[in-house]
């Protein structure tokens, strides 16, 4: 049985469901940019999502999920860690596609479609105190097509450098995160290029 998450992530829309519990926000953003261009792939970006850099994209960054809290704290994993990431440029108003898995590119030279396995069975992945879980996001986007086959494909773009927000799902249990019922969502605001390349995202929740 899908959770409401799951269904809003399928639908690529976000939305808070106060029903399945509290929402934890956390402003990560820095201070403002300029209103010039940005590095990376897209259009021009509203002023306010603008983040000014002498880097060049792609912008690797590393999560790093803490448990700040006084109570166990699972996230949700089949193949890949259940969270959603949005941009500024629309009012994180969708989720980007920040995987590719199982599609070969639009442009590639390889003919017939992939095969994939089954991803393993979903399950929590728990969060102990003092001891952080992490997960890379490559700083890419995709948008998806069909080859001439009919087989799935996929275009790369590069995520601009501005203001991006992470949203994550987090579980009471383990059997909470194999049925899809999060006791609440932490959403952590944060930009591109990341210092350091790291954000942090405490997932914890006060007593």
Known sequence: ?????????????????????????????????GTGGAGGEGGVLPPQCVVETSETGPYEVTFQFENDGASPAFLRKDCSLEYTISSCED?????????????????SADGGCLACGACP??????????????????????TF???????????????QAGRYQIRVPVYPSDE?????????????NFELPAPNGVVVVPIGQSP
């Not at 009012?91 to 442009?107: E, K, M, P, V, W």
């Not at 097509?145 to 995520?159: D, I, L, M, Q």
């Not at 995160?177 to 952590?188: D, F, I, K, L």
């Open 1 to 33: 049985m899908n959770s409401w998450w799951m269904r809003g992530a399928m639908a690529a829309t976000l939305v808070l469901a106060a029903a399945c519990g509290s929402e934890v926000n956390q402003d990560g953003s820095g201070s403002a940019g």
């Open 91 to 107: 009012g994180y108003s969708a989720s980007l596609a920040i995987r590719a898995s199982c599609s070969q590119a639009c442009d």
């Open 121 to 142: 069975p979903v399950g929590g992945v728990p969060v102990e105190i003092g001891a952080p879980t992490t997960d890379a996001w490559k700083g890419m986007r995709y």
């Open 145 to 159: 097509g069909k080859t001439a086959e009919g087989c799935t494909c996929h275009e790369s773009h590069v995520a």
């Open 176 to 188: 909470a995160a194999q049925t899809g019922t999060p006791s609440h969502e932490v959403t952590v």
